[in-house]
């Protein structure tokens, strides 16, 4: 997955590069500077010596030290002041400045934690959106893999209306489960007769053969959909090479909601990879609460997952 958000500590993530969410003296601090410090020992700090600082928005790179990475990049965010100062384009510029740094020193992965979120003030739920948009656009043009490694669930702010919305969902769905009319479920295809060329006609057609029909209906190139479901070009290559390709059901899921696809025809193109979605799963409730909504932001949806404690898409 080209983007993906995890829970962890950064410090204890195997991969070519962590960023660092340092301030401009780039000798240290708290936060996730502070355990960035600890972990990779005395050694880090003496290079950063050397380094002469960083400017707000800019990045400079070390070595990693203790740490199992290749590499630090140290990136210093803008310090929330109301939004008036133009903190969200120095936030970017982090971003992108460590993006590029981690480019030309050959990065294949690299993780982030959500600058400026912590002692700087940034708005927790925004600095989530300018960090996916900041390195989406890059993954637009760039092969690699970042993950946002997001330390504590106070860093997904979700409103509390969108909460008890979809808790109230679960449990209606989960008493439905038992009293309803078939028909009525996401999961029951109830096909009026009339259909009969269409069920036999659509049982022919493959996830493979749905997904690609799909992505031409709508009019998208094959790189705009699996970017959109934050399905990496090697997975999508084996699904469009291979007309039987069964996918795993969250890349299904992923597909569908990038495709935006209604209830029935998401069913649908679940059903073909032999997938439904379950009243018993909290995860494919909330997934369903989001298709029924006609809502497809991956990001929403992971964070509502998220503070379900379920599993990311793309994760
Ligand atoms: N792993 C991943 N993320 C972490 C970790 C960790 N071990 N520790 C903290 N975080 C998260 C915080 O929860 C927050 O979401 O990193 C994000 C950034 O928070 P801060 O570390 O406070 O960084 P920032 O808000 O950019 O403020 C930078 O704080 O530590 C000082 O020297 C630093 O002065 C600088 C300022």
Not at 37 to 61: F, M
Request: glycine letters at 8%; aromatic letters at 8%; proline letters at 4%.
């Amino acid at each position: 997955m080209p983007l993906q958000i995890i829970r962890n500590d950064i410090t204890r993530m195997r991969c070519d590069a962590i960023v660092n969410a340092a301030n401009n003296t780039l000798l240290g601090g708290g936060g996730v500077d502070g355990a960035i410090h600890r972990a990779a020992g005395s050694g880090l700090l003496e290079e950063c010596r050397a380094l002469g600082g960083c400017e707000t928005g800019e990045a400079k790179i070390t070595g990693a030290y203790k740490l199992p990475c290749r590499y630090v990049i140290h990136t210093v965010g803008p310090v929330w002041h109301g939004g008036g100062f133009g903190e969200e384009k120095l936030l970017s510029s982090c971003y992108r400045n460590s993006l590029e740094l981690a480019k030309q020193y050959d990065c294949e992965t690299v993780c982030f934690p959500l600058i400026s979120a912590g002692v700087y003030g940034y708005p927790k739920d925004e600095a989530l959106r300018v960090a996916v948009n900041e390195i989406s656009r890059f993954l637009l043009e760039n092969e690699m893999t970042v993950s946002i490694v997001v330390y504590d669930k106070q860093s997904f702010q979700i409103s509390k209306k969108l909460i008890a919305d979809i808790r109230e969902y679960i449990d209606e769905r989960y008493i439905q489960e038992h009293y309803v009319p078939r028909g009525n479920l996401i999961y029951s295809q109830c096909k009026a007769p009339g259909d009969l060329r269409d069920v036999v006609g659509s049982v022919d057609e493959s996830f493979s053969e749905m997904l690609l029909r799909k992505i031409d209906e709508k009019g998208m190139t094959d790189a705009q959909c699996y970017k959109k479901a934050n399905i990496d070009r090697k997975l999508f290559s084996k699904i469009r090479g291979n007309p039987q390709y069964k996918p795993s059901k969250p890349t299904a899921i992923a597909f569908a909601v990038a495709l935006e696809l209604p209830p029935e025809e998401a069913a649908d193109l679940l059903l073909k990879a032999g997938y439904a979605l379950s009243p018993s799963s909290k995860f494919d409730m909330i997934i369903e609460y989001f298709i029924r909504s006609r809502r497809y932001d991956i990001l929403e949806i992971n964070e509502a997952l998220f503070e379900f404690d379920q599993p990311l898409l793309g994760a």
